[in-house]
Each structure stands twice: as structure tokens, then as C-alpha cells.
């Protein structure tokens, strides 16, 4: 499927985050050691919120993370306190730009790792759910987008949870009607430029693995020597697909069927699940 | 909008078609005379049927013809009997191969020139009046896709005429019922690998230009002198937006709200309308 | 050949000077005036500063800007008080993103428009000029990377005008052992990140053309009513190889066999006439 | 490093050599055992011999193979009797059309799996020693390039084993005066559409894998039953840098510091040094 990261906090170089690392995103998409595919060079995207525009800006590309110049020098230069970046392994659908991740409706930033299944036999079904006026701006292809759609059409800028939970209840429910045991797999990142959700939930309860950092403080406690824990806020948080590094102590697992709030003030973390409106 | 030339008849190496008359379809990515845009560089494609394979096989890419090397080392070594080229100049769909024509189902090959009329408001009403089954098999985003696949729908691999003219009538008639005064505007080529269907129509009746090309034994009496034309049979037969070239009594402009038909035994013209089932 | 601009003054969004003028570099990528080309489609680059890192980014990718999406969302995003953006049209190397402007070498950034004639003939003289330890750097195949190796070798990091003046002299000398009369061909910018220097030349004094922009404090008054030139310091300005728009009074020619610097305190223009050491 | 496979024989559509092996070159590129990496994504080529043109047709692309919707068009389209398909890890070189194999020059092709060590401290030497007319030729920034034009230089159109020996001796005189103690790794494909010559050697005697497939009558006692096995030839061979597939007795390994040619009237294996002029 797909590796992603989302990241929340003190404004830095994306390079920081996304090629630094040791088991970096980039490492991720050519030697990803927890995904059901190891490479993921189906083209990439990188998303950020800056200080002078309310929209983030959103760069993708159908070839590979690992190779992409642009991508290198945009994360050298390029400073920000809320970005995603993913990278995709198709599942069959076309390698495109509008495939790929993230997705982008007004302020608001989607991405996604799973897949709904059997998605080409309830294509067409979920299609006729989404809103008509938000129809015409689905322009790819995927699982992925069309989640989006959906969940925009169920009310994402007002309540994401219950849009979240609503959009999940329908994918459920349409594939059930298809006979399809689990129709649902998904870890989803939605922002809007200041919160930052993060899903993780699938029908069968084995859901894809997903990872949030510990808390700055407590890391600052068990590593007094790093450098870096010392530049960011208290409030920085990552949220990953797989950890960056081998820093013990870093990583907690986002339990299966719950959800993660990333806002000023503090996360929290919720259960979830499907729901009907 | 867009260039297109359609081939049948003696086979021959691409190349001889597509890059060495004196205002080529690779001429005409670049410097177009007659088309709404004179810049096609938006991607392209080529589709051709070979001596091994039912289908035919399908080349396309997101950057201009003009410079590509691939395009023109296939062109240099494939020979064909019956070939589409199209070059595209986006009116605001994505750049993207999946929305590059030619358009493959099975054994048919479908490109076009023009547009449907405020698309996207009528977008979701035509997606809904697709076939379910073929609904999964659209993968691009254009209003050129959406016409083949609502023709599909029609019965095209039985009676492409009809399919058209009920595409048409539909694409018409939605359109009304949104208050577009003139929804479609066309030229159509399609084929199943043997005969070859040129469609020209527009709401307004001001069609894009098409052109067909003259018989080959009235070009023999008139060039005795032009090697080629010894070389190809009688019934080769081009179909292109615009000319590829200036020789005296080469081109026949296909007339308005007309379709031809390409075929073993003599081409014909015939008029075309609208028509509900 | 190509065309470019280059911006120094009050950061502003890249997209302020790339896509919002009437005749835009963008644009002009589709509908160059004054270019050999109307149509600048192979290729493009954008090179900035920015406030954290002292090298600049440089984006550059194969395809046409008119079409390519992820420049319209960094210019939309990133803002810049000094950048380089080149849009070419290949006369024959490859479309490749090593043979795209800008080209960097530590700090520095360098663009051309225009040509060593008959280049394939000397590359190799000239590549045997070029510093054996810079030479390791040389990523392309184009006359406009060759020239700026040699520049450098001429130490370009040292004295700009006299490096570029060595380089023009051995393009010239070389040109002229092997018959070809009109060796070169040039509009230059070159910049450290804090001066900028373009040239106007060519062996036969029939230079591309060149324009800068008028001192601020004159367009001021003569045009009190628009908003941006009340937004920029008097020192802004911009080089470009057509102008922007019809703006009465804006544009100034760069005059044959001279080279413009635009610094802080004030540009000057000197003549400028290939040197040897 | 790469990975590559060339065919010569009975003429075959791409496509049953490409794709439909158990682990076909196409799945190597995702999932190499042998290769030093083993994700081959920065690239690939095919070149094939038709009926009607001397000079290969040369398809290159930047992306992975494994993605690629045109490569699987021209493989289940086009049929040849002699043809190289070449997947790409780049080892720091630009990942650009001019930098994938195989390379042509005339009715020549030239592919390889391997690398010149610290080939930038020497390509500037290696570059001199290329004869100035064929110098013009050179479009990338590849050690594999780099070695063709040295063989072509020494002479590889009429005596391909002595040109490649002097190549090699070349390289390893140059990499020894700079201190490189092992300075040449390679296997190395070359036909010029007839005869096809491959070679196995390194410095260091330690060479990347490279395989043949053994004498078509002997599989066919082997395997009485594979249908494939009757259709083709008994001069068919294979040689490819790791097996397509676990056929017991199909691949016997290509000897350390050998080479072998591929010839109407059958194939022979000889010793391979390195050898001045």
C-alpha cells in the first residue's frame, strides 16, 4: 500500500523530518520494513501550511520519493509547522498526479494508507453518494479520494470524527451489501491547518501499523543529549506510518479502532468507530 | 482543443505519416493552423494494430510530441495497416495519460477533437447513464472518455453510427436541461481494427475542421510523379484535422453533420444527427 | 531559444511576477513575442532564495510550465526577494532536467538564452578548458552549463564581469579556429544570492533581446494608482527577455554590449566586451 | 546496480520474455535476489531489431519499469528476433532518458550492469581518450556510456572482443594511476543485430551474476512437456544477469572473466583479459 508522516509543531526544514531521519520516508519508500510492500515508488506528495497563505501548498510526483530532485530541494528550503508527505505503492489504479497523496479541498489536507475492498465493484455506488456540487472536483481515480469525498460530503469541516466515522459506516455497509467480508482498511491524516486527525481502523481489526511520537518533555527526559528535542515546542508531535529511527522510547502505536487529535493544548485519543448519521 | 489523424489502408512505417509530411502531426503539436490553440503540447498518443495481436497497442505520454524520442523511435520501426495519432491541448482536465486518447475497449480505439460544454456540471448526470459494468473501466477524467463510454453503452460495437448518434443525443439533451445552448461540439474517429468511423458534428454547426484524404488512383493521374503514391493501395485513406500539406487536390473537407466510413470495398459518407433510441 | 526573468527586491510570492502579469514568463512559455520560438514547452526551472539557508532551491522539471502543477502551487507559496525562472525551448540536446536553467554551483545560480553556434563542434575544446575539479560538477550537455563551468574557471566567484568576459573571448577564439563566424550568442543572469548581474551580447551585436524594469520611484509617479508599486522598495527590480506586459514607461532595452548589476544602493549598466586574460 | 537481459532467436512478442517468466526482468525491478540492490526503479530501456529497419528502436524511460503502461504496450505488440531490456539502479548519476540503457550508436546497441569506481575522478581522462568525432555522440553522464564510446573508439565495430579488452585496460590503467585498486566491475551486452556479445568481468575477480540459458535441444529433453520449448529455435539464447525463473537446468552460469557470442551456427564461450593495444 503506502507509507506516510504527518507533522505538527515548531516550523522546520521538511528535510529535518523527511530525509534526516534514519528510517526516513524516503528510506521508507525503497526499503519499507513494516508495509505489505516493501518498495513504494508509485509516485509521492508532500503537502505544507506556510505563513503568508491559508491553503497549504501541495507538490506530487508519479515517479519515485527515493530519486526526486525537486522534492530534495524543496525540503531543503522549505520551512513549516504542519506538513504531510506520502508515498504511494499502487494497488492497480493509474500512476498520476491527481492519484496521488495528499489530496486537497479548500484548507483542508487528506491522506491515506489501505484500501477499500473490491473498491472497483462499489465504485460507482459510493460516487452516487458524494455531494453533487463536491463531485466535480474528484479528479483521480483511487480508494483514497473518493474517502475524502465522502467525507467531506458527511460534514469533515465541521465535525471530522462523525464524517470520519459516517464515510467509514457507508464504505462498510455498501461493500457488505457486495458481499465483501471487510471492506474497509484505512490509516487517514486530515488537517485543516491548525488540528490534525489521525485514524486508524479497518473492518477486520488489523489494521495497517500507525505510530505517534511521545511526548517532547518525556523525550527530552530520556535523551538529554539530543540536540533537536531541545529546538522544538512541547506540543510537536509526528504521527507515522512506521517509526523514523530506533530511539527508544520514541514511538507509541495509535491503538487499533481509534483516532488521534493533534491540536494546541494537547492530544487526546479517542476510540472509533463507524457510524451512521 | 486538439490534432488527430487516423490511417488505414497499405501498411506502412508511422513515421512515413506522422513525422515526414511537410506539416505534420508532430508539426502541428507545435505550430497548429487551424486548430482553436495553436500549441498542442499537453501529451499525446499513438494506437496501432499489428500482424499478432487482436488489440491494438496503445502509447501515450504526458509531454509533447514535439520532442519526444520514444514516440519517434516506435514511428521509425512499427509499420501498420491501420493507426490513431492524437495530440492534445488540455482546455483544464488534467495532464495525465489516462486522459490521452487514443481510447482502448477491447478491440476499439476511440479519439476525438472538441468538448462537451460546461462538462463538469453535466459530468455526474453522464456518469450515471453509463453502463455499470463498463463504468469501472473509465479511468481518466475527460468529456473525450465519457462519449466513448456512453457510445459503449449504446451498442458501438454493434452499430457505431447509431451508439454516436445516441451519445450525441444525450450529451445534447442534458446539456439543454442544464441551459447550455450548445452542448457538443466533435470530430470522432473510431475503429475496431478493420473499418474506420470519422465523425464530424457540433450543436452549433460550426464543426472543427476534418479533412479526408482524395482518392489515391485520382492523386496518382494528378502527382505521376509522387513515388509514395505508387506505393500504397488504392483504398488507403487518411483522416486528419488539418492537411498535411499544401498538394494540389490531396484534401476533401468532410462536411458538416456527416460521417464517413473507411472500409474494405470503397469509403462512404453519410449524414449524421442526433437520435434517441 | 529560451526566455527568463530575474527578480531582486521586496519578497514577494513567486507567483506575483511568474503567473499574474498579462504577459507573464508563463505565458510567454505558450506565446513568446520576441522569442526565434513562440513556443517555450522543453523545459523549465525556478531557482530562489530564501531567509534560512544560504544556497538557493532550485525546481526544475522537462515538461511545459503552462501545464505543470506543482510550480503553480510553490509560486502560489513561496516567497522570495531575489529568484531566477527560465522556460526553453531545446535547439536539439535533450530534454532532460540536467540541461534545465537555473544552474547552481554553491551559492551560485546561472541562466542563459541563446547559443555557441555550431556547439558540438568545440564542446570538446571547451570542455578541456574547464577546471579539471569543476568539471567533475558538469551534470548536462548544453552550451549554457558549458559556459558557466568556464565562467567559473575564469573566476566568476571572484570578479562576475571580467570571468564572463574571459569565457566570451575563449567561446569567440574558438569558434573563429574553427570557422564559425558568429561564435556566440547570449543573454546572461548570474547572482550570488545579493547582486545580480545580466549581459546582452553577441559576436554579430544582434543580441535576444533584454529588458529591465523602470526605477520604481519614476513608475510610482507615473502610474500613483497601482497598488503593488506601492508595495516594493525602490530598489526592486526585474531583468527579463520580453516584457512582462504594456505598461507605459516600464520597460528599459538592456543596450547591445552591456551588462546591467543590480545591487543594493543602486544598479548600473557597463559596456561589456569579451576579454582575454 | 542493473539488471538486463538480452534475447536472440526465434522472433518473439517482448512480452514472453519480459513479463511472463516466473521472475521476469519486470519483477526484478521490484524485487531483485541477486543485485546489489534490490530495487531496480531509476530507469529502463528496451532495444529491439525489427524486419525493416537495420538500426534498433530504442524506447528509454525515467521511471521504474515495474509501473510502466507503455512498456507493456510495445511488449505485447511488438515481435522481435534479437532485442536488450535493461532496468536502472542509479548509483548517483542523473536519473535522465541519456543516462538509461542500452545505448546505440548505428546499427549498434550497448548495455551494462557495473560500475567504473570512482568513476568522476577519472571520467575527465576517460572523456580525452574518446576519439573527438564520436566525443559529439555522447548525450549522458554515465561510466556505462562512457565505456561504449571508448570500445567504439578502439575499434568495437570490427573486432568487438579486442575493442572491449583495450576499453577495459583503459580503465583499470587509468583507475591504478589514481590510486582506484579495483577499478572496473562489469557485464556487458553488445550485438550489432546479428551476432551478440556478452562479458563478465572485474578487477577484482568478483564479478556481478550472469547467466545463459542452456542449449534449447538439451531443455527440451529436459522438459518434453513446455510448449514454449518446441515453438523456438535451437539457436535461441537467453543471457541475463540473474534467472528468469526456477526451470531445473535451464541457466548455466557465464564464467569469471569470460565472454560469449551469440552467432548463427552457434554459441561459443572464450577467456577475457583486459589488453592494451
Known amino acids: ?20 531521519p534514519q528510517h526516513s520516508l524516503i528510506d521508507q519508500s525503497l526499503h519499507s520494513r513494516m508495509g505489505v510492500e516493501t518498495t ?7 503537502g505544507w501550511y506556510g505563513r503568508h497563505v491559508d491553503t497549504p501548498a501541495i507538490v506530487r510526483e508519479i515517479g519515485p520519493a527515493w530519486n526526486n530532485r525537486n ?31 495528499p489530496f486537497r479541498h479548500g484548507r483542508w489536507m487528506w491522506m491515506h494508507n489501505g484500501a477499500i475492498a473490491e473498491f472497483h465493484r462499489i465504485r460507482r455506488e459510493l460516487a452516487l ?28 469541516e465541521k465535525d471530522p470524527p462523525a464524517a470520519v466515522a459516517r464515510m467509514a459506516e457507508l464504505v462498510e455497509r455498501t461493500g457488505h451489501e457486495h458481499g465483501v467480508e471487510f471492506p474497509l ?43 533537536f528535542l531541545r529546538e522544538i515546542s512541547d506540543e510537536t508531535r509526528l504521527i507515522v506510518s512506521e517509526p523514523l529511527g530506533d530511539l527508544p522510547g520514541a514511538w507509541q502505536e495509535v491503538p487499533e479502532s481509534t483516532y488521534g487529535v493533534v491540536q494546541p493544548g494537547g492530544g487526546e485519543i479517542h476510540s472509533f468507530t463507524p457510524q451512521a448519521a
Chains 1, 2, 3, 4 share one sequence.
Not at 500500500?1 to 530525509?19: E, F, H, K, N, Q
Not at 453518494?129 to 460534514?155: K, N, R
Open 1 to 20: 500500500m503506502c507509507r506516510w508522516l504527518a507533522y505538527s509543531g515548531t516550523p522546520v526544514l521538511l528535510d529535518t523530518i523527511l530525509y534526516r
Open 185 to 227: 482498511q484505512m490509516t487517514v491524516a486530515v488537517t485543516e491547518g491548525e488540528r490534525l486527525w489521525a485514524f486508524r481502523y479497518s473492518s477486520q481489526k488489523e489494521s495497517r501499523s500507525l505510530f505517534y511520537s511521545t511526548r517532547v518533555e518525556t523525550l527530552r527526559a530520556l535523551h538529554p543529549d539530543m540536540a
Open 129 to 156: 453518494a458524494v455531494d453533487p456540487d463536491l463531485f466535480l472536483d474528484i479528479e483521480g481515480s483511487t480508494d483514497s479520494e473518493m474517502m475524502f469525498y465522502l467525507a467531506l460530503t458527511f460534514g469533515l
Open 71 to 101: 522534492l530534495r530541494e524543496i525540503a531543503g528550503h522549505v520551512r513549516s509547522p504542519l506538513f504531510f508527505a506520502h508515498i504511494r505503492a499502487s494497488t492497480g489504479t493509474a500512476v498520476q498526479q491527481t492519484n496521488c497523496h
Open 40 to 46: 513504494n515508488g508509485d509516485g509521492f506528495g508532500v
